[in-house]
């Protein structure tokens, strides 16, 4: 038996598999993995990286908050965001990180506009949930 | 002679407009097909978030699910902060200038969030109260709505605004789009939206995977409730976003197709003066001849 894994974003479904062995999600209450046969459960996810185990390789995907929901050995998870491990660009990433400081340092000066400091939140976020990430796939290897 | 030289050069400056506009009118019509499609790809995701909004509701009690359908507003604070969906460009009809006049029957204690240049504009230009100008581009991406949406509900957690409305142009067919005002905070309770939702995705109920044990919520059912609110704010906003430009792209081609077909009658009329002029010149210059043969004959 194995999990059915589909991952839900308004932008369509970010990623999904049948064949999934192990699924390690970021829960509200800590770290949870579920394997065929989980109790049913409703949770409240926290960003960071859920890694879905298949036979030897893990798939880890950055994801942002959202909910898991586990019946009958189907898991769905709705987030409002997720992004592969592979298709993230630590460059990318780091130039976001500099660009939103660099905007941020503008904005100060108009003490009204705080939109900035959201998306630099932001790209701080996902620039450490990638570095995360990325370091714990070389452990793996 | 000069005036049939005009009437050519008329004639191909009209051409080659015309060239432009149905080149617009054809863009405009792939680009709502792509609004479309963006549209399309949220209905996973709106049927997930009804469904859990469903599993949520039945542990949890009535009184409580309004309470914490209500956790944007902020009842002493009278401001309102209006997010206005204009577009980036013009050459869209009256779809901007209809929205702008909604604006000026609004009273002074509003708050603008601009989406589109036009907006931006419009806002600065008549002295209204900007908090931030943003832009969507016409893919519609979420990324880019969520902005929109985590800087509105940010003001609205820190009590700065007391409702949270958008006006935006709403998609009713091809040739009418009506500026409408939609409050999307303070809400009552969610059915609002989720019935909004049904609408647009005409959701049926989805069975569930199969599961007859009894199912454990973490941490709890109310505290999973009452964070799907912004769920269906962000949701909403997105699809206010998608609805607006629909309404923008098929505005365009509307106002394209008229201009193309003006530019078509344009210049079949002047083609009509064009030939009259040539004819007229034939016959002048005959006239003229004849008139000299005429002269000549009498001299010999």
Request: glycine fraction near 4%; charged fraction near 30%.
């Amino acid at each position: 038996m194995a999990l059915t894994v589909e991952i839900v974003t308004p932008a369509g479904i970010a990623w999904k598999s049948d064949k999934v062995d192990a699924l390690t999600l970021p829960a509200a209450s800590g770290e949870i993995q579920i394997l065929p046969g989980h109790v049913p459960i409703l949770t409240i996810l926290n960003a960071g990286s859920l890694i879905a185990q298949i036979g030897e390789s893990g798939n880890s995907l950055a994801i942002d908050e959202g909910y898991a929901r586990c019946m009958g050995d189907v898991v769905s998870v709705l987030t409002e965001a997720a992004i592969n491990v592979e298709e993230i660009d630590e460059e990318q990433a780091e130039k976001t990180r500099i660009e939103a400081l660099k905007e941020l340092d503008k904005i100060r000066r108009q003490p009204h506009v705080d939109d900035a400091e959201i998306e630099r939140l932001e790209s701080i976020a996902r620039f450490s949930i990638a570095q995360k990430l990325t370091k714990a796939k070389k452990r793996q290897h | 002679m000069k005036g049939m030289r005009e009437i050519r050069n008329r004639i191909k400056a009209i051409k080659s407009t015309g060239q432009i506009t149905h080149a617009m009118e054809l863009v405009a019509s792939s680009k709502m097909k792509r609004a479309q499609q963006s549209a399309e790809a949220g209905h996973p995701y709106a049927a997930l978030l009804m469904d859990i909004t469903d599993m949520a509701a039945e542990c949890v009690a009535e009184e409580s699910r309004m309470d914490t359908s209500r956790y944007f507003s902020n009842p002493e604070c009278g401001r309102r902060l209006i997010i206005v969906i204009s577009t980036d460009k013009g050459l869209c009809g009256p779809l901007n200038s209809n929205l702008f006049r909604k604006i000026s029957e609004l009273g002074d204690e509003c708050d603008f969030i601009a989406v589109g240049k036009r907006a931006e504009r419009f806002l600065a230009r008549s002295g209204r109260n900007v908090v931030n100008a943003m832009r969507i581009s016409d893919k519609v991406e979420f990324s880019e709505t969520r902005r929109i949406a985590k800087f509105a509900s940010k003001l609205a957690a820190e009590g700065k605004v007391g409702t949270i409305e958008v006006l935006y142009s709403m998609y009713i067919n091809t040739l009418k789009q009506e500026p409408t005002l939609v409050k999307l905070a303070p809400v009552d309770n969610l059915d609002w939206f989720i019935n909004r939702m049904r609408k647009m995705y005409k959701l049926k109920t989805e069975p569930r995977p199969e599961e007859s044990r009894r199912i454990n919520f973490e941490p709890s059912a109310a505290e999973i409730f009452s964070k799907l609110p912004a769920y269906y704010f962000t949701q909403a906003l997105h699809q206010l976003a998608l609805d607006a430009k629909a309404s923008e792209q098929s505005a365009r081609r509307v106002a394209m197709k008229a201009a193309s077909d003006n530019a078509d009658a344009l210049v079949d009329s002047l083609t009509l003066d064009y030939n009259k002029a040539r004819q007229a010149a034939i016959t002048t210059e005959i006239q003229e001849l004849a008139a000299a043969a005429a002269v000549s004959d009498e001299q010999l």
